[in-house]
């Protein structure tokens, strides 16, 4: 009754850009979330691999109480030291040059585009460069991000975008040499693929790209907003490839909840691309998301978030490997650590993840037919033997 009612009031203010399920989540604890009927849901979709510790932590709760009583914003004409502190270990953990925080990843996206279109402007002293992006990509939905998004049903409704933009076949280095030419500025991709259905990248395309930019002296973008923070076992995907980008955005994770991304530069990128004037925020870097961001480096390294996620993946990719061998309509599963994929033929996705809600289990969609599973990287083995046990008894 509650819930109908919110759910009422709420499609008569919201605007309807989503079709929402049918639930109200009202406090998190862990790994589990409550609704406002106090329904219990174990969380494998972690607002979409955002809420990388969970809920309700208690060292990151109280940094951001306590920062939200010192001050949330005071705009980028000055500094503030959570700012500082932040930045200091997005580099520690990336080792790249520097950052600039933005307060999405849709706005990290433009803000890369822009650096690379200006490192190409300031070399060839003429603008009109174009960038190569890949199919089935997912980089965000303003209109810059857009542009990147190899999904022509989310772009052809806004039509013209943003000019120059070429798309290649991911995981298909011929494709993209096939599209370079002098005017390419920038590659765009995901380190593994999100939205798109979880495509990890094969590690002699990023080997090969990165050889292909450095030969046209262009600019490799990765985007780990989805894949990095340590969701694939490395603080950023890439890492664990052995393949480094000149430009790298981040997000979702980043700030563990707070809405935050950033884009980060290596040397090349950072010595000549966006100088005074060149770009900028009001919200971006402020002291609350930073004191978010900065509290998650701490609380990734004194509680080793990512040998957690490594110790923990080969229990998870064993336990969903059972799963296929019992149930013929999951043909694949594919990812990496605790971003996994599992495809679904013969039934629709959104029919699967709707019986596991009412059974007690969030997970998510991506692409068309892939059951996607992104969990607070602070699950523990009994909560896998949970959600197995939920999706057998849903699927
Ligand atoms: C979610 C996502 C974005 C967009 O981030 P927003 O914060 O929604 O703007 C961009 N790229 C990837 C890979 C994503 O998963």
Not at 22 to 39: A, F, I, P, S
Not at 201 to 207: G, H, S, V
Request: net charge negative; glycine share 10%.
């Amino acid at each position: 009754m509650k819930t109908n009612e919110k759910i009422k009031r709420a499609e008569k203010s919201i605007l309807h850009t989503y079709d929402r399920y049918q639930v109200v989540l009202e406090r998190g604890e862990g790994v589990y979330l409550y609704d406002t009927d106090n329904r219990k849901y174990l969380d494998f979709a972690a607002g979409i691999a955002v809420n990388a510790l969970g809920y309700h932590h208690p060292v990151y709760t109280k940094a951001l109480q306590e920062q939200a009583a010192k001050l949330t914003h005071i705009s980028n004409l000055y500094y503030n030291t959570p700012m500082i502190e932040a930045g200091e270990k997005v580099l520690a953990a990336s080792g790249m040059a520097k950052v600039f925080f933005t307060n999405s990843g849709a706005e990290a996206i433009e803000g890369a585009l822009k650096a690379a279109k200006k490192y190409a402007f300031q070399r060839d002293g003429h603008a009109g460069h174009s960038i190569i992006a890949m199919e089935h990509s997912f980089h965000g939905r303003t209109v810059g991000a857009l542009s990147v998004t190899g999904n022509a049903h989310y772009r052809e409704p806004f039509e013209p975008l943003m000019g120059g933009v070429r798309f290649a076949a991911f995981n298909d280095l011929g494709s993209v040499e096939d599209l370079v030419d002098d005017t390419v500025c920038a590659v765009i991709l995901e380190t593994i693929q999100g939205e798109g259905g979880i495509y990890p990248a094969a590690p002699e395309f990023l080997t090969g790209l990165r050889q292909l930019c450095d030969d046209r002296d262009i600019l490799l973008i990765f985007d780990e907003i989805q894949c990095g923070m340590g969701r694939t076992g490395d603080y950023f995907a890439w890492q664990g490839y052995g393949v480094r980008p000149d430009i790298m955005t981040c997000a979702k994770a980043l700030g563990g909840g707070v809405p935050v991304g950033a884009f980060v530069l290596g040397e090349k990128a950072a010595a000549a691309s966006l100088g005074p004037g060149d770009h900028g925020t009001t919200y971006g870097g402020n002291p609350l998301a930073c004191a978010a961001v900065s509290t998650v480096f701490d609380i990734f390294q004194k509680e080793k978030i990512i040998e957690h996620v490594q110790g923990l993946t080969p229990y998870l990719e064993k336990s969903l490997d059972s799963l296929i061998q019992d149930h013929p309509c999951i043909k694949a599963r594919r990812g990496k650590g605790f971003m996994q994929g599992l495809v679904i033929e013969g039934q629709p996705v959104s029919e699967i993840i709707t019986r596991a809600m009412e059974n007690g289990l969030l997970v998510i969609s991506a692409g068309t037919d892939v059951l996607r599973l992104v969990p607070p990287l602070t699950i523990e083995k009994t909560h896998i033997d949970e959600m197995i046990g939920i999706l057998k008894a849903s699927i």
